[in-house]
């Protein structure tokens, strides 16, 4: 049965946060959802979860966060990935652990195709053979490929479409 958005499991703060819980979530950590903050797309990957799809560990930064300077909001997505960083036991920049990640824009409202999705964060070329353990030969050099493609589109987005 798909889960109640106003009844997640809520568990202690994780320490060295710095009160983030304004602008980020961490499932099963924060409750009381609210579509508006997180997006459909966080209820829908929390409704999967619950009737056991396999959904890699995420965090989400809120909708509240939009607007913020520069500085506190470089501070907010240094405090996402590090709660990511606890949820997978993985470092980002890690030859031996890698933790790579996506971005995905929200708004309050699910929009296939409609918002900007980056992806392959954190992939380099050195961890390809963490990957290679983890994943297989051909998801990690597929993943290494999806992330210069990533790279191509972000420094040359008039020309997104033809990058295949």
Do not use: W
């Not at 109640?4 to 060295?16: L, M």
């Not at 602008?23 to 209820?43: E, N």
């Not at 240094?78 to 993985?90: F, M, Q, W």
């Amino acid at each position: 049965m798909p889960m109640d958005k106003d009844r997640i499991n809520s568990s202690p703060e994780p320490s060295g946060e710095t009160g983030g819980r304004e602008y980020i979530f961490i499932p099963g950590r924060d409750a009381g959802l609210d579509a508006a903050l997180v997006g459909d797309k966080t209820i829908n990957l929390l409704n999967a979860r619950s009737v056991g799809c396999t959904v890699p560990e995420f965090v989400v930064i809120k909708s509240t966060a939009y607007g913020l300077q520069k500085d506190k909001l470089e501070h907010i997505v240094r405090e996402a990935v590090s709660g990511l960083e606890k949820l997978t036991g993985k470092k980002l920049g890690s030859v031996d652990h890698p933790l790579i990640f996506s971005i995905r824009e929200i708004c309050s409202r699910y929009i296939p195709g409609y918002l900007p999705t980056s992806l392959c964060i954190g992939m380099t070329i050195e961890q390809i053979p963490a990957l290679k353990k983890e994943i297989g030969e051909q998801a990690a050099i597929h993943t290494y490929i999806k992330a210069l493609e990533e790279l191509l589109r972000a420094s040359n987005p008039e020309k997104e479409n033809d990058i295949q």
